[in-house]
């Protein structure tokens, strides 16, 4: 199995950045997906990016030229650089992987909050 903790959540004002991490342990060779995933209030739990082993990416359309999903293998860590955040980018933000072999593993979520 595989253990993902996130971190690098908070409150920033609008316009600003964060830049959230993901660090896998466990079951790590096997993992070729990764994504990011939030979900606000009232709201369901939405996809913002996810990147697979080959390099290959994906974005919402909410957040595409906004926000960036990055590894380091050499950390067994991914990222997700957010820029010029909105009051509507505030949830918890999940990252989630796949391995082979294993079902989905989820982190715990970190909470990110825009004010206005």
């Known amino acids: 199995q595989v253990q993902l903790v996130e971190s690098g959540g908070g409150l920033v004002q609008a316009g600003g950045s964060l830049r959230l991490s993901c660090a896998a342990s466990?079951?790590?060779?096997?993992?070729?997906?990764m994504g990011w995933y939030r979900q606000a209030p009232g709201k369901q739990r939405e996809s913002v990016a996810n990147?697979?082993?080959?390099?290959?990416?994906n974005y919402a359309d909410s957040v595409k030229g906004r926000f960036a999903i990055s590894r380091d293998s050499s950390k067994n860590t991914w990222y997700l650089q957010m820029n010029s955040l909105k009051p509507d980018d505030t949830a918890v933000y999940y990252c989630a992987a796949d391995a082979n072999g294993y079902s989905r593993s989820w982190g715990q979520g970190t909470q990110v909050t825009v004010s206005s």
């Open positions: 990147i697979y082993s080959g390099g290959i990416t």
């Open positions: 466990g079951s790590i060779f096997n993992i070729y997906y």
